[in-house]
């Protein structure tokens, strides 16, 4: 997809607003959401804020039940609360006919899909052959044939002149966003190591738990995402962010190929829950048959969320992984853990209890000196241009890098900045020519190592 794609909103929908011949849209046209089968809370994420060029008119298509209910009782709280609260007005369609309802009626003209996994990949496909944008959390592809028909989509996409594109929420977290800069001065990362598979380059690794709170309440997961069919192995699902941040951060703006990725070696295993857990993360007093098949002893959950896989892209040696557990100790969270080797630093995110379980990044020299020293802090005046308020500390090892508490913003406000990017594509109706070859890499990155792990098994 280039920078000449034509987001053709007439096409989309009549009277949603129109475009020019160019791909802008015209004055007075707005962007129209339709939230299809929303089962994940970050569909509602999305409309955590208000957007200039969005109509406040969302339609939602659903079949009724909890999941619906979630969401809406979000979109309620966010209209609701007290702090710069938003005022979307949402016209909710149920039945058991509702994909063909939302495709038929086209009320919209952008689709938001955040849910059940087992069939997004064939909503995505449905949309854009009508003619419809897709706004997509992760992941758009859980095995190999979603993955090709994630590789047709784009192609009609393509076609049509539609924007295709996944919520990467982790480009906007400030550490990683610091890591990247840092990445890109000479004087103080040098270049990037090729590593080795025992020694990678670049590593990410992610820890996540089943239970939580969202908005300041506790998040009630359905039962379907302890599924891997439906929501797919945590090898495919949590490491497409991963997998997405070392194509972003170690080849910047570069298109990459999938001939430019080889899987090298890939794992998986199961985290166990009990039923009294299982109830607490869902409601449910028991198991679903659909979940029969991966229950041990009777009451012993095996849920295969926890994944690794090494690789080279480009030549550079990179390692992913993700493990699940089932509740973060009392102050902690997701924590996440990267690594950046250089020739002459490594750029490293901390999220352990010497952090107080919060990123941070730490500037490793190779060799330290005083000219090193030196060249670190004249380069540090490019990184405050950027991102005012930005210092140094100096530590055992190398440098904590020190950010202000207003870049702290958070993971659900992420969402509102990668929308706003996303809103951003539509008016101007065209995309960085690297975005979708990278998207299409990424999703063939992640269903390869499933395949390897599962022959592995």
């Known amino acids: 997809m280039r920078k000449t794609l034509i987001v053709l909103f007439s096409i989309a929908v009549a009277g949603c ?10 004055q007075g046209g707005k962007i129209r959401l339709m939230t299809l089968d929303p089962g994940h809370f970050h569909a509602a994420l999305v409309q955590k804020s208000m957007y200039p060029e969005v109509d406040s008119v969302v339609h939602v298509y659903a079949p009724g039940g909890k999941e619906l209910d979630a969401h809406m009782d979000l979109i309620e709280l966010y209209n609701t609360r007290e702090e710069n609260p938003t005022s979307w007005d949402e016209k909710v369609y149920t039945g058991p006919d509702f994909v063909e309802k939302m495709l038929s009626e086209k009320p919209g003209n952008v689709v938001v899909l955040a849910g059940n996994n087992q069939k997004k990949t064939e909503y995505i496909l449905q949309s854009v052959e009508e003619g419809l944008n897709v706004l997509a959390d992760k992941p758009m592809a859980i095995n190999t ?9 784009f192609a009609v996409a393509e076609e049509k002149g539609l924007l295709l594109y996944d919520i990467m929420t982790e480009r906007y977290e400030i550490n990683t966003l610091l890591q990247r800069e840092f990445s890109l001065l000479p004087d ?7 590593g080795t598979l025992d020694n990678p380059a670049v590593t990410k690794e992610s820890v996540h738990h089943f239970f939580k709170y969202v908005s300041g309440k506790p998040l009630i997961r359905p ?3 302890f599924d891997v069919e439906q929501e797919g192995d945590g090898i495919v699902d949590v490491t497409t962010h991963l997998v997405d941040l070392i194509q972003w951060e170690c080849f910047p703006d570069q298109v990459i190929d999938t001939s430019d990725v080889e899987m090298l070696a890939a794992k998986r295993w199961p985290t166990t829950l009990g039923i009294s857990q299982f109830k607490k993360a869902t409601g449910e007093e028991k198991y679903p048959e659909y979940l029969q098949k991966d229950v041990e002893k009777d009451t012993l ?50 999220q352990g209890a ?11 020299p190779v060799t330290e000196s005083g000219d090193y020293e030196q060249a670190l802090k004249n380069s540090l005046k490019s990184i405050q241009a950027n991102y005012p308020g930005v210092e140094l500390k100096k530590v055992a090892k190398g440098w904590e890098v020190v950010v202000p508490d207003k870049y702290k913003i958070g993971h659900e406000a992420h969402f509102s900045q990668v929308t706003t990017k996303y809103v951003q594509f539509l008016t101007e109706g065209t995309m960085p020519d690297w975005e979708v070859p990278n998207m299409i890499t990424k999703y063939y990155t992640t269903t390869k190592a499933l395949e390897m792990a599962k022959a592995n098994d």
Do not use: C
């Open 17 to 26: 607003g129109s475009a020019d011949k160019d791909g802008k849209m015209n």
């Open 145 to 153: 044939e979603d993955f090709r028909l994630l590789q047709k989509a």
């Open 188 to 194: 103080v990362f040098g270049t990037l190591e090729k």
């Open 223 to 225: 039962a379907w995402f």
């Open 301 to 350: 959950l095996q849920v295969y969320a926890n994944g690794e896989m090494n690789y080279t892209i480009n030549g550079v040696h990179a390692k992913v992984s993700v493990i699940w557990n089932f509740q973060a100790p009392e102050g902690t969270g997701d924590t996440h853990y990267s690594i950046m080797r250089g020739t002459k630093a490594n750029l490293i995110i901390r």
């Open 354 to 364: 010497e952090q107080g379980y919060q990123p941070t990044l730490y500037i490793e």
